[in-house]
């Protein structure tokens, strides 16, 4: 699959394979994580099939997410092109970048997203508008 939104784009972690003892997968900031990581966040006990999150975007924010059990869809937006994308394997994520609206939804019942942020919380950094993120886009 190729993405068709801007500001996006898939991460492949490495995958060991150590035999019986499991897979071991590595994520490194500046390397397959593609910004310096200041946050590192998890969300888990999705059992309501109308869950439904993110509806958001960030003005300066970075984040890679990844599920790392389950699986669910993000719906990405870029404020021209829109795609939805599944993600069920534990070692591929996505690239999140500015100014990309995301919703995620359709969670598996043992659904756990891992999501690494480039910068520390901070609530006016959000666009939890949609009208507000397209304005904001329209004058980029």
């Known amino acids: 699959m190729t993405l068709k939104v801007k500001n996006s784009a898939f991460i492949n972690l490495p995958k060991i ?3 019986r003892d499991g897979i071991l ?4 900031q500046n390397n397959q994580i593609p910004f310096e990581i200041k946050r590192v966040f998890f969300i888990y006990d999705l059992h309501d099939n109308s869950a439904i999150r993110g509806k958001h975007a960030h003005r300066t924010v970075e984040q ?10 993000i719906q990405l937006d870029d404020g021209q092109n829109k795609q939805s994308v599944k993600l069920e394997k534990p070692n591929e994520g996505l690239y999140l ?6 919703v995620m939804t359709k969670f598996s019942d043992d659904c756990i997203l891992l999501v690494f942020a480039s910068d520390f919380y901070d609530e006016n950094e ?9 304005d904001e886009v329209d004058k980029l």
């Open 17 to 19: 394979k150590d035999g």
């Open 126 to 134: 959000y666009i939890r508008d949609y009208q507000v993120f397209i």
């Open 25 to 28: 997968c590595v994520a490194e």
């Open 97 to 102: 970048g500015r100014y990309l609206w995301n």
């Open 64 to 73: 890679a997410i990844f599920c790392i059990r389950g699986d669910f869809e």
